[in-house]
Each structure stands twice: as C-alpha cells, then as structure tokens.
Nanobody, 126 residues
C-alpha cells in the first residue's frame, strides 16, 4: 500500500494549500482516510478524518472551520483543503488510511490507522 501525499509547500499566513493523497494497493472505500501532522519537537497530532462511504468527517479543534476534507472514491483519493493558514500549522502532514470501519471516536487516534504515507511538508511563514 502506498499513500503518497502531494500539495505541501511554503505559504504566507492567511494563505491556502490543498493536499491530496491517492491510495494505491488497496481499496479504502469501506473504511477511512485522513490526515495527521507533526511539527518539530512535537508529538504527532490528529488533523482530520473522513469515512469514504457515507462521508462522515471529523476535525481537530485547532483546524475546525479552516480546513475541509473531501474524497473521490473512484480514485481512492482524499483531499485536505487548508485555508487561513497560520504559522502554527507548520508541520509534516501524513496521509493515513484504514480499510475497515471503525467507531468515529477512535479515528482521532494514530493506532487506528494501519497505513501511513511518507508525509509532505507544509510551512507557513508569518
């Protein structure tokens, strides 16, 4: 399974970026995909999840209202639209995936996800 993430880069505060992650090797149409991030010197942090069938979503409090997550099931792809970016959003963003359905409350926890991508760097300058 591969979860390459694209779309990271350098942006000024207040700007936007769109991350994409196209899973290959397995279908996650019955499970979940999402994003975590890790800033230097900090622990890995939940960002957002989406249930690929049904479309349930969840966001961390720190990004709620600024980030949205969407999917293209036919392409096994999930997107993270990041608006009103802040310097504290600077981190490596990781795409994650799980094939089977899980209770939504567990989807904010890293061990829930079997598959992790390599990550893409997002840097927000002030």
């Amino acid at each position: 399974v591969q979860l390459p993430a694209f779309g990271g880069g350098l942006v000024q505060a207040g700007g936007s970026l769109r991350l994409s992650c196209a899973a290959s090797g397995r279908s996650f149409s019955s499970g979940h995909m999402g994003w975590f991030r890790q800033a230097p010197g900090k622990e890995r942090e939940f960002v957002a999840f989406m249930t690929l069938s049904g479309g349930a979503t969840g966001f961390s409090e720190s990004v709620k209202g600024r980030f949205t997550i969407s999917r293209n099931n036919a392409k096994n792809t999930v997107y993270l639209q990041m608006n009103s970016l802040k310097p504290e959003d600077t981190a490596v963003y990781y795409c994650v995936a799980r094939e089977s359905r899980m209770v939504l409350s567990a989807l904010r926890s890293p061990p829930t996800y079997y598959y992790w991508g390599q990550g893409t760097q997002v840097t927000v300058s002030s």
